[in-house]
């Protein structure tokens, strides 16, 4: 079967039971459907992957499922309730980029003891590493005695950010990028009409994950900033200008964004032309390029902690 068909099946829930409507994680859908058809279903689920590849996507649609008593339908109001986020037993808490105190871990905690009207008390939370440490304590606790019938579904990007002792109390399900040719194969399918080079510049752009490939279709202003900054980057690798390269970073330190996805479109741009190294079998250029993405990987943890940006992104530029 063809890749853009097997595309198409996927989107559609073709050999599965539930439409998900999901483009890929055909493997963990289908674990999640073996859990709920056994009756495994686990009182904790930690999804684990990078941003913008559907991890939260798939939490919410197996919240449905889990709540809907008319085989996740999507028009009844339970599905519709979860799908709004106003389903009195389903606690939604997205990430708002603001830490997640022991309070509201502690309110959590309250809801799920209280008798329900749904299948399940279910907690979804987005990027568990926003939690405090008291917080994560908290939830240790309910998570090693959860309330009968409750379930939390959690995702992150970073498994070291979550307590050892969290992970071995949840279901952990890996999510992973996709291949640029999935990825080229998915936007056909979903914008026939594209023409090829904007399809391989969001295929690239997207940097494996579906969901930003979407939003870079949908939004030309995105496309626009993401194609220039790839620009940018392959320049500033080629330029010996260090004032120029300085110059830059103080453009990027007004926008912690725009730092973001310079960090990410870097280490992409930079394993491309390792991969071009390669073909070329220069292991000289290989290694150097190896050391630079080690380079921005420990800029992005540094940064992450709060580590002076500037220090650490004029320090990258001295390549």
């Not at 028009?75 to 309070?103: A, L």
């Not at 905690?109 to 926003?130: A, H, P, T, W």
């Not at 926008?255 to 310079?262: G, L």
Request: glycine residues 4%; charged residues 25%.
């Amino acid at each position: 079967m063809a890749l853009s068909q097997d595309l198409e099946d996927q989107s559609k829930g073709l050999n599965m039971i539930y439409n998900w409507n999901i483009i890929g994680h055909e493997k963990q859908l289908n674990q999640l459907e073996s859990d709920i058809t056994s009756g495994n279903i686990s009182h904790a689920y930690l999804l684990v992957g990078p941003g913008h590849i559907g991890k939260y996507t798939v939490a919410k649609k197996l919240a449905s499922i889990l709540q809907c008593e008319n085989n996740f339908c999507g028009v009844c109001p339970t599905c519709i309730q979860v799908r709004k986020g106003s389903h009195i037993d389903t606690m939604e808490f997205p990430n708002n980029h603001e830490s997640i105190k022991i309070d509201q871990v502690r309110e959590i905690i309250s809801r799920c003891n209280m008798s329900g009207q749904s299948r399940y008390k279910i907690v979804m939370l987005q990027s568990l590493g926003r939690m405090t440490p008291e917080a994560s304590n908290a939830l240790l606790k309910t998570l090693e005695e959860p309330p009968p019938r409750t379930i939390f579904i959690m995702t992150t990007t970073n498994i070291r950010e979550i307590l050892p002792t969290i992970l071995s109390r949840a279901r952990v399900m890996r999510f992973h990028l996709f291949s640029y040719d999935f990825i080229k194969d998915m936007i056909k399918s979903k914008y026939p009409e594209t023409d090829e080079e904007k399809i391989d510049q969001v295929a690239r752009l997207s940097l494996g994950r579906t969901g930003q490939a979407i939003d870079l279709m949908d939004e030309q202003d995105k496309f626009a900033e993401s194609l220039k900054l790839y620009k940018d980057i392959s320049h500033l690798l080629e330029t010996p200008n260090i004032v120029e390269r300085f110059s830059y970073v103080e453009g990027l330190l007004e926008n912690e964004k725009a730092m973001d996805s310079f960090l990410n479109i870097m280490t992409h741009v930079l394993r491309n032309r390792m991969l071009e190294s390669d073909t070329a079998q220069n292991n000289l250029d290989t290694q150097k390029l190896m050391d630079m993405i080690a380079s921005v990987q420990e800029a992005k943890v540094l940064i992450g902690k709060n580590v002076n940006a500037r220090l650490t992104l004029e320090n990258l530029m001295l390549y």
